[in-house]
């Protein structure tokens, strides 16, 4: 999952990546590290060669408090979507995650009229659960995702017909 944090002053693109339950790819800029992942409820414990880390992040909005070996650090996600500047929910006749998650709900098919401000799905992130609005009344073009998509800041879910 591909991340743009701020520590500070200073912007990193970051993918954080788990191929499998046991491990996680952390590539920040040009370097790449691949740790041995250990979840001990809260705290993880992260391992690469001789190195080992344990590490517990706690998420406020758009704000990640990160202990890492006893030091606490402030990342600031600064979402951004191929055009620059700040991610908005909807875009055109695009409605998109604000955030990663996943499709829990989705509360509209192809076809279907929708009102002004109506919750079309549903995502889950950090065990919190998030309505996606349309932006206007309308008409349902396509849904672009199915319940239990993993989706990025920035992903395309539900695409209104033009008005």
């Known amino acids: 999952m591909k ?12 993918d954080i990546a ?8 952390v590539a920040c800029e040009d370097r790449t590290e691949s740790f041995d992942a250990v979840n001990l409820g809260p705290l993880w ?3 690469s060669g001789d190195k080992r880390f344990r590490i517990r992040t706690v998420r406020d909005k758009d704000r990640y408090f990160v202990w890492l070996n006893g030091t606490t650090y402030e990342l600031e996600e600064v ?7 700040p991610l908005e929910p909807f875009a055109g006749n695009e409605v998109r995650a604000p ?3 996943a499709v829990i ?4 098919s192809a076809g279907d009229d ?3 401000n109506q919750v079309v799905a549903v995502i889950e992130a950090m065990k919190m659960e998030h309505n996606l609005r349309v932006p206007r009344a309308g008409k349902i073009a396509r849904v672009d995702v199915k319940i239990g998509t993993a989706v990025a800041a920035g992903s395309t879910v ?3 017909e033009e008005s």
Do not use: I, N, W, Y
């Open 45 to 47: 414990t992260l391992q």
């Open 158 to 160: 539900v695409v209104m």
């Open 99 to 101: 955030m990663p998650g």
């Open 79 to 85: 979402a951004e979507h191929a055009g620059g500047g």
């Open 114 to 116: 929708v009102q002004a």
């Open 3 to 14: 991340h743009r944090f701020r520590l500070c002053g200073t912007t990193v693109d970051c």
């Open 105 to 108: 709900k989705l509360l509209v």
């Open 18 to 25: 788990r191929p499998m339950s046991s491990a996680v790819v």
